[in-house]
Nanobody, 120 residues
Framework: QVRLVESGGGLAQPGGSLRLSCTPSQSVYTFYVIGWYRQPPGSQRALVAT???????TNADSGKVRFVISRDDHDNVVHLQMDNLKPEESAVYYC??????????????WGQGTQVTVPS
């Protein structure tokens, strides 16, 4: 059973920073993509950023250089560095990972989520 454990959420003042961490129960090399999504209250879950097995990154908002995804292979963790946070970015942030099996099956996993709150 694959688990994704998120940490690093909490309260940040407007303009502040947080670094989220996602630690899979298996090696990060197991997954061909790991990403972060967020879900504000009353809204759908939306993509924030992804990183592939070969370290290609995408960001849902190309202008959002304030959010940077990275992978630490030594510590087996994927981070989301969030700078200059805004109140509208308050949400539950979820880690998401996908892997393929040798038989060609594809699986996707979600973490339990971590709350980020930026008061207005």
């Amino acid at each position: 059973q694959v688990r994704l454990v998120e940490s690093g959420g909490g309260l940040a003042q407007p303009g502040g920073s947080l670094r989220l961490s996602c630690t899979p129960s298996q090696s990060v090399y197991t997954f061909y993509v790991i990403g972060w999504y967020r879900q504000p209250p009353g809204s759908q879950r939306a993509l924030v950023a992804t990183i592939t097995h070969d370290r290609k990154t995408t960001n849902a908002d190309s202008g959002k250089v304030r959010f940077v995804i990275s992978r630490d292979d030594h510590d087996n963790v994927v981070h989301l560095q969030m700078d200059n946070l805004k109140p509208e970015e308050s949400a539950v942030y979820y880690c998401h990972a996908k892997r393929d099996t040798d038989s060609g099956d594809r699986y996707a996993y979600w973490g339990q989520g971590t709350q980020v709150t930026v008061p207005s």
